[in-house]
């Protein structure tokens, strides 16, 4: 089994900032991307940063400049560094990841149970 577990998620004021973690466990051999999503009420899943293994990143125009997403492969962990944050911001925050639990096995992807971030204005 792997397991995603996220933390770090609360309550900031607008401008302030927030750090997302969240660490892959169980019989993983390797984890290829990692990524960040968001869902906001009455809103759809929506894709927030994303990192390869080899440490590519890529980001939605809307945290742009003000996400950072990072990893750590030893640990199997992707943080979320979050600054200048708004009050749309304010979201369940998701890890994703593909995992392969073996060499030779296929990759699948697993999700996290999400970390409620709110921003006030």
């Known amino acids: 089994q792997v397991q995603l577990l996220e933390s770090g998620g609360g309550l900031v004021q607008a401008g302030g900032s927030l750090r997302l973690f969240c660490a892959a466990s169980?019989?993983?051999?390797?984890?290829?991307?990692m990524d960040w999503y968001r869902q906001a009420p009455g809103k759809q899943r929506e894709l927030v940063a994303v990192?390869?293994?080899?440490?590519?990143?890529n980001y939605a125009d809307s945290v742009k400049g003000r996400f950072t997403i990072s990893r750590d492969n030893a640990k199997n962990t992707v943080y979320l560094q979050m600054n200048s944050l708004k009050p749309e911001d304010t979201a369940v925050y998701y890890c994703?990841?593909?995992?392969?639990?073996?060499?030779?096995?296929?990759?699948?992807?697993?999700w996290g149970q999400g970390t409620q971030v709110t921003v006030s204005s």
């Open positions: 994703n990841a593909d995992v392969a639990k073996c060499g030779r096995c296929p990759v699948y992807n697993y």
């Open positions: 169980g019989s993983i051999f390797s984890v290829n991307n």
């Open positions: 990192i390869t293994s080899g440490g590519s990143t």
